[in-house]
C-alpha cells in the first residue's frame, strides 16, 4: 500500500475509533474497558499519521484512567507514571511507553497498541 493510501485509511480508521469512542463514553461510561481500548486504538491511529500530540493526549487520559482505578485520584505524591517519568515528555516514532510503565498498569490493549508503534 502507497503511504498516501495508508495515511488515509488510518484517517478513516480514526474517524470511525472516534466515533465509537463518542458511543462507548455515552452509553458505557468512561470507566469502560471498551472506552480505553478505543482510546488506545485512535491513539495509535494517530501516531501512524504523525499526530504525535493527539496520540499523547489519549495514551496520558488512559494510563490517568488507569492509574486512578488502582491508587485513586491524582494528587500530590499520588501522581501517574507518566508525570514521573524522566523520559520523553511527547511520543514519538518508535518511543516504546511499555519501558516505562509497571507491568500491573499496562492492560492487553495498550501493550499491543505501544508495541506496534
Same mark, same amino acid.
Given at each position: 500500500m502507497s503511504e498516501p493510501m495508508r495515511l488515509r485509511a488510518f484517517a478513516l480508521? &480514526?474517524? +470511525? +475509533?472516534?466515533r465509537a469512542l463518542e458511543i462507548y463514553e455515552l452509553k458505557l461510561g468512561p470507566?469502560?474497558?471498551n472506552v480505553a481500548k478505543t482510546k488506545n486504538n485512535l491513539a495509535s491511529? +494517530?501516531?501512524k499519521q504523525g499526530k504525535y500530540k493527539e496520540a499523547?493526549?489519549? +495514551?496520558?487520559q488512559v494510563?490517568?484512567?488507569a492509574h486512578e482505578r488502582e491508587f485513586g485520584a491524582c494528587d500530590g505524591d499520588n501522581k501517574p507514571i507518566w508525570q514521573v517519568s524522566k523520559g520523553p515528555t511527547s511520543?514519538?516514532?518508535?518511543y516504546n511507553l511499555i519501558e516505562i510503565l509497571p507491568s500491573r498498569h499496562v492492560m492487553g490493549s495498550l &501493550?499491543?497498541?505501544?508495541?506496534?508503534?
Open positions: 480508521w &480514526s474517524k +470511525y +475509533y472516534q470507566d469502560d474497558s491511529c +494517530y501516531l499523547e493526549i489519549l +495514551y496520558k494510563l490517568t484512567r511520543l514519538r516514532p518508535n &501493550s499491543d497498541v505501544v508495541q506496534n508503534i
